[in-house]
């Protein structure tokens, strides 16, 4: 089965756009693996590596912000401005990573929740080159002089990228490196003694899962033609926390399954903010409270698993 | 110096509600290990409810009292449908579990209170009082003055009283606690309702200043919960003292630096206490035992 | 040169002293076991030597460098591994996995190799996974290659750390009462085990209340009371001593 797996994936992918029947619908799934993606780097932190960010979308923000601003005022090209994006997250998040991994529990998700908001609030203000609270226009992505524009070229892009992502992030689960993470979950004292050094590892995949967030922050940014400071709120952050516990955690395949669920669920409830919030709300708390494992696992563990 | 003393005033004033907001987060941490997300939600509805029934025409005692009350019963609410039956979940499964009893509470508002923002009459009269050249809202007075003796009531609550002491107890040692004939469940309930009703109070003392709506819970229980890690999560007078310099420190960053960044303050504060000194100002130490 | 030198240990928590001015030596090759009533500063001991602990004063040294103040993973590079008394099993991973994870540091942990799949990394990581099958049989977990760590007995997962400790190679292994819980039978394949591990040149040290186990197996003994050191000898001058006899053996074990 496992070996199945990315084939069978790509397949899908594959195949996906005869079922898809306008441009709506390549929108949906679009941002589906938009989703899967961000969510398969958070898994790796929260599911795999047992720790916490609240504010995941504030790394998204800074991917997408830089896709915008860098081009727009400074003329960059939209290439070097996702990279330029990709490392100032990488850098930020190694930056605070250090001092928030020595924390734990409580402590940890409010300096990462702390964090997204100060950068909501920076983007927020800085309107002169953000647009502020209206947000800005963000100039197509070219790549070697071709623009990439229309859904189903972007389908294709994000295709390739989602099925890439779950291809790394696989290996990387069944690597040594991967192995130290999951040792780090189950237990850090054991971890330490085999020569796990405990910061080094939780600063690596905080920096990592940060990075994949902005660069999909940044394509996203392009695909959609138009930022706004709600990307990098709160809400968005909780969104993707809530994917990664519905799916499941420590899931590659529960990370995807959770993506699509739950960017499914708000276009069921285009008509009021509020039941939106509710929902996400009342999932959260029934999931972690009756399914705290997720879908994918609980599913998994009903049909017998050892190795 | 007037300025000075104008930026102190409205810090304290709001730093009060943070200190409430604390009190109410270091209680049920105290009691039980769990960070209630949910607290900002409680000192929103203590102004909602607040002014839904002053608008209905209720009596100013009447509403005041359901306004305390209803809070209190969401707390219970959460502790009986979401913390209880999580029993023995870890820690982070549980933030995420009241996160989203915080998003519940907030969406359910939103939907049938709106998004509107609201006011209440300041309890007594709007006119400033004059100090130093600075101007002092009456309602500033109450805040501070109901907040003191809140602090005082909770104090004497847990040094005099049984269910005080019990509650002291359990958040000790919970399996001694039990031993000794103590009903945790009940000394639980009892910290998430009254977590709730400070919560409340807070929101109502807050709102003929600041307006309330659906969404000030968010801002409000964060800063609060910065406010109870500034003063040493656990520490009841941490708490109190945690609360008042996020506010105080707000309101002049504020004043003297910038204002647009005024919200990012607090973050960036609990940023450098975490850097610095974790266990915030009074906070206690723990060793894990391997 | 002794393989482990602990010179005028002290550890204090607060106001108890758990760990009062012990010194002693353990020479590269012998079973050293450290026994003493409960409360006596035996696994506090064990973590302040394997760096779970900072001492508040004293030196350690292992080949002849100290290593106060190091932190657990360094120590690990250094050639120490550890079981422990409250089994640290990762029970998020498959039986061999957490065996595999004890090898960690022989390992090329790059992450970017890592997600390529990098072939030498690979192939490399397959002949753990057959290293990590034969540890287990080693100690004698054959019927677990396959399990998942969650749905092995307590008896099994004692056996799982040990082979997580020796995939590591070390030349100083520290277990930490290896036969609490068990029962006879399961201690006496527990002593057959730590002999053959001694037999292939590992310096073992281990904290033990079964006596029996001990006095079979110990080439040295150490013995605490109170965070203080009471005795040090051989099994027959340990037993012998009339101190050690009054504050513990007087009870009588196994």
Known sequence: MKRLAMPLLALILLLLPLLLPNSYYYDLVIRMAINAVIVLGLNLLIGFAGQISLGHAGFFGIGAYASAVLPTHFGWHPLAAMAAGALATALLAALVAKPIFRLHGHYLAMATLGLGIIIAIVIRNEGMYTGGPDGMPVPPLEIFGYEISGERNWYWVFAANLLLSVWLCRNLMDSPFGRALRALHGSEVAAQVVGVDLARYKMAIFVFSAFFASIMGSLSAHYIGFVTPNVADFFHSIELVTMVVVGGMASVFGSLVGAVLLTALPQALVSFDGWETVAFGAILMLFMIFLPRGLVPTLAARFGRGE | MAQFLQFLFSGVTVGAGYALAALGFTLIYNASNVINFAQGEF????????????????????????????????????????????????????????????????????????????????????????????????????????????????????????????????????????????????????????????????????????????DVGIMLGLKGFVAAVVGGLGSGLGAVIGGLLVGVIEAMSAGYLSSAYKDAVPFVLIFVILFFMPRGLMGAKVTERV | MALLEVAGLNKAFGGVLAVQDVSFAVESGLVYSVIGPNGAGKTTLFNLITGIYEPTSGDIRFDGRSIVGQPPHRLAGLGIARTFQNLQVCMNMSARENVMVGAHLALDRNLIKGMLRWPALRRRD????????????????????????????????????IARALAAKPRLLFLDEPAAGLNPKETGEIDELIRRIADQGITVVLVEHDMKMVMNISDRILVLDYGKKLAEGSAAEVRANPDVIAAYLGASHG
């Not at chain 2, 209905?56 to 306004?67: C, D, K, R």
């Not at chain 2, 309702?193 to 709506?213: E, K, N």
Request: charged share 10%.
């Open chain 2, 43 to 214: 000192i929103m509805l203590g102004g909602v409810v607040m002014v839904i029934f002053i608008h209905a025409g209720l009596p100013l005692p009447v509403a005041l009292a359901l306004a305390i009350v209803l809070p209190a019963g969401v707390g219970i609410l959460i502790e009986k449908l979401a913390i209880q039956p999580a029993k023995g979940a870890d820690v982070v499964s549980l933030i995420i579990i009241t996160i989203g009893a915080s998003l519940l509470i907030r969406g359910l508002v939103q939907i049938w209170f709106g998004k509107g923002t609201h006011g209440l009459e300041p309890f007594s009269g709007h006119a400033p009082i004059s100090v130093g050249g600075a101007s002092l809202q009456p309602q500033s007075l109450w805040v501070l003055g109901v907040t003191a003796l809140v602090v005082v009531a909770l104090w004497l609550f847990f040094s005099r009283t049984v269910i005080g002491k019990a509650i002291r107890a359990t958040s000790c040692n919970p399996l001694a606690a039990q031993l000794v004939g103590i009903d945790i469940q009940r000394v639980l309930l009892i910290s998430y309702a009254l977590s709730a009703a400070l919560g409340a109070v807070g929101g109502i003392l807050l709102t003929p200043l600041t307006m309330t709506s659906y």
């Open chain 3, 126 to 161: 397959s002949a753990l996974r057959e290293e990590a099958a034969a540890l287990m049989r080693y100690v004698g977990l054959d019927g677990y290659v396959g399990s998942a760590a969650g749905a092995m007995p307590y008896g099994a997962l004692k056996r799982l750390e």
